[in-house]
């Protein structure tokens, strides 16, 4: 059993939601993003996704964009997040953690070679945020022979055979888009597509992560009852990291704060 | 499963969020069933002869080779409607678009030329168009941006990275990502995903057929050498169609060398870039060693972007096509020399094309050789740059 089923199989009997942060690694300095994680995992995260920042996120929007530009100030590279990335799972054995990149990152560090480093230090799971499944043959195949789980992103207006795609090619959850566009902080309902998580839920087990746009409890709140099985959030903790980044006391107050209140968002008994 | 083969060789491919993989399908499929339909080429036909103003003429320079055994002519595709080739493809996406029922144009520009096809397109076919551009080339093409907003079109700035091309590329995609219900994304270049670089090519590959046929009625053979500027490589590509399979003709394309290719101030990942992934395909990129883009850097704003259609990447990899590289100054001064000596202001990007056949000539004056290049666009949005450069 992965660490996404364990967790799944732990809060399904209490009918929770799991609670995933996103934040870009070295954002705004590496020291400070290891801390940031910690904050995070001592208030609520039950798993963790973890951007390399790449210079043309196309999949980001502006908050996340700036954050990958402070992570590169910093003197962040592939070779450093895979080194805080090794650092994280000493610490928290148990927490699944997912990576978060985009395709030339990896090509460019050899399809294989990358893999196989994530799975050295445990990683449980590679996103790629420009590799749609038609293109993903070859990093679906090193993910398998190295035990590391590929996810998918699911799009809301998913046709039947996609999702009968997605359900079959991602492994260890599903990522399910909110809503099209890109990632932010929106302040609207997000109405969860019920009609594809119950298509999902009938193809596979694998846990539905739902991300994009989601910033505040109600719509957490919606969205766990909706039937998927956690969120994650990303602009919302990364805007407070471009608010608060020179002052890292009250940047650790607001994101322990922030962190505790979404985690205890998707603590609901139906 | 593509209706199209999606690679060339190991290069193209559709490396895009999967959000938008049913808006490239359905882009796809409209094409295939549009070439097919008679309706659609005549209707295209009759824009490209009667509103953009095909053929345009191949010209032989009177002066430019005096005292070589050279000929050269220019491909005028500053002629056209526009004042650039980018008119050719845009009225064929427009269509589509419409056939789409998509009313919402998004477009990306550096020179702005591309920017002025899909206004002109858009204000034609009564199509809504925004245009993302980098605040670096808003500065300097202000008069392109104008005749964008004559037209109708929204001008939005992108301040993102180094406000170029390559930025405006990334924000068209976001936006496309999120209205692709309603917009079509008028990419401006044969580059980008699949099916955009075999779209582009086929819609710019009237330049190659009227050349072909143009060259067999002036010189009754074949010309040494076809001679285009390589940015995205639309123009090229055109061109370069009508004579894939006529191996006597040397396919040469030119790319930016900027300040020289030494200096890492270029845009020629051709021949100082690596394969990578970027703007959904995989292509020749200007990148660092672990992946990251890097910025591009020419004197033209159309050329400046660190990617290639990959059909280039391909016809480099076979050895069909030559590229080489041409510097900022080595352009600027065949921009003076065709001015002077032709009466024909080309654009920054094609005098890039027009420096290398110049080159070719007085590197051995006495070969008899016909080259052929094409002037992709005029030169009036580069006056202002030049005036700069040169410090008049």
Redesign the interface.
């Known amino acids: 059993m992965n660490r996404y089923q364990t967790l799944y199989k732990k809060l399904v009997p209490f009918k929770k939601g799991c609670f995933i942060p996103f934040v870009i690694l070295g954002d705004p300095s590496i020291d400070i993003s290891l801390k940031i994680v910690d904050v995070l995992i001592e208030n609520g995260a039950d798993g963790l996704e973890l951007g390399i920042p790449?210079?043309?996120p196309?999949?980001d929007?502006?908050i996340i964009?700036k954050a990958n530009l402070r992570a590169?100030s910093s003197g962040i590279?592939?070779?450093k997040c895979l080194t805080m990335l090794h650092k994280i799972r000493k610490k928290y054995k148990t927490i699944p953690i997912g990576i978060l990149s985009?395709?030339?990152?990896?090509?460019?560090?050899g399809i294989n070679n990358f893999y196989l480093k994530c799975s050295n230090i445990n990683i449980d799971s590679i996103l790629i945020?420009?590799?749609?499944?038609?293109?993903s043959y070859k990093f679906r195949q090193c993910a398998e022979i190295n035990n590391i789980s590929q996810v998918?992103?699911?799009?809301p207006?998913a046709?039947q055979d996609?999702i009968e795609k997605i359900s079959m090619y991602s492994t260890g959850y599903i990522y399910l888009?909110s809503r099209?566009?890109?990632t932010g902080t929106d302040q609207d309902i997000i109405i969860p597509p019920l009609n594809l998580i119950n298509q999902l839920k009938r193809l596979t087990n694998i846990p539905i992560i739902q991300g994009f746009g989601i910033s505040h409890p109600k719509q957490i709140k919606k969205i766990i009852l909706s039937g998927v099985s956690g969120v994650i959030c990303g602009s919302v903790i990364i805007q407070l990291i471009e608010h608060y980044w020179f002052d890292k006391k009250k940047l650790m107050e607001k994101i322990k704060n922030l962190s505790k209140s979404l985690h205890q968002s998707t603590q609901i008994v139906k | 499963m593509t209706l199209l083969n999606s690679y060339f060789g190991n290069f193209g491919g559709m490396y895009v969020p999967q959000i938008l993989m049913p808006a490239l399908y359905q882009l796809e499929e409209e094409l295939v069933s549009s070439l097919k339909n008679p309706k659609f080429n005549i209707e295209l036909s009759d824009l490209l002869n009667n509103y953009a103003g095909r053929p345009t003429p191949l010209t032989l320079c009177r002066n430019l080779t005096k005292g070589t055994n050279t000929r050269i002519y220019l491909k005028r595709e500053d002629l056209l409607h526009g004042g650039a080739h980018k008119t050719n493809q845009v009225l064929g996406q427009a269509l589509l678009a419409k056939k789409m029922k998509k009313n919402e144009i998004i477009a990306e520009t550096g020179a702005g030329q591309h920017g002025v096809a899909a206004a002109l397109s858009c204000a034609l076919l009564n199509l809504k168009c925004r245009i993302y551009m980098g605040i670096k080339d808003i500065k300097r093409q202000k008069q392109n941006v104008f005749r964008m907003q004559l037209m109708g079109a929204k001008i939005i700035p992108v301040e993102t990275g180094n406000g170029t091309l390559k930025d405006a590329c990334n924000e068209a995609l976001r936006d496309w990502s999120k209205n692709y219900a309603n917009a079509h994304y008028m990419i401006g270049t044969a580059a980008g995903p699949h099916p955009y670089p075999t779209m582009v090519k086929e819609f710019q590959s009237i330049i190659g057929k009227e050349t072909k046929s143009q060259i067999l009625q002036q010189e009754n053979c074949l010309p040494d050498a076809i001679i285009a500027c390589v940015g995205g490589g639309s123009n090229a590509i055109g061109i370069f169609s009508s004579f894939m399979s006529d191996m006597s003709v040397d396919l040469i394309g030119v790319e930016p060398g900027g300040m020289g290719v030494h200096t890492e101030k270029h845009g020629a990942p051709l021949t100082h870039g690596d394969i990578g992934i970027f703007f959904g395909m995989k292509t020749k990129v200007m990148q660092t060693e672990e992946g990251q883009i890097k910025e591009s850097w020419s004197i033209s704003a159309g050329l400046d972007f660190p990617a290639v259609g990959p059909e280039h990447a391909w016809l480099n990899s076979i050895k069909r096509a030559t590229y080489v590289s041409i510097t900022d100054n080595e352009a600027i001064c065949a921009f003076q020399n065709l001015s002077k000596l032709e009466g024909i202001i080309p654009a920054l990007e094609c005098s890039h094309a027009l420096a290398y056949a110049l080159k070719l000539m007085n590197n051995n004056p006495e070969k008899h050789q016909t080259l052929i290049v094409n002037i992709s666009g005029r030169g009036d949005k580069d006056i202002e740059t030049v005036k700069n450069f040169l410090k008049i």
């Not at chain 1, 998918?152 to 799009?155: A, K, T």
């Open positions: 790449f210079s043309d196309l999949a929007g502006k964009q590169f590279n592939v070779v985009y395709a030339n990152l990896i090509f460019q560090f945020a420009d590799l749609p499944i038609e293109e998918f992103i699911c799009p207006d046709q996609l888009l099209s566009g890109v």
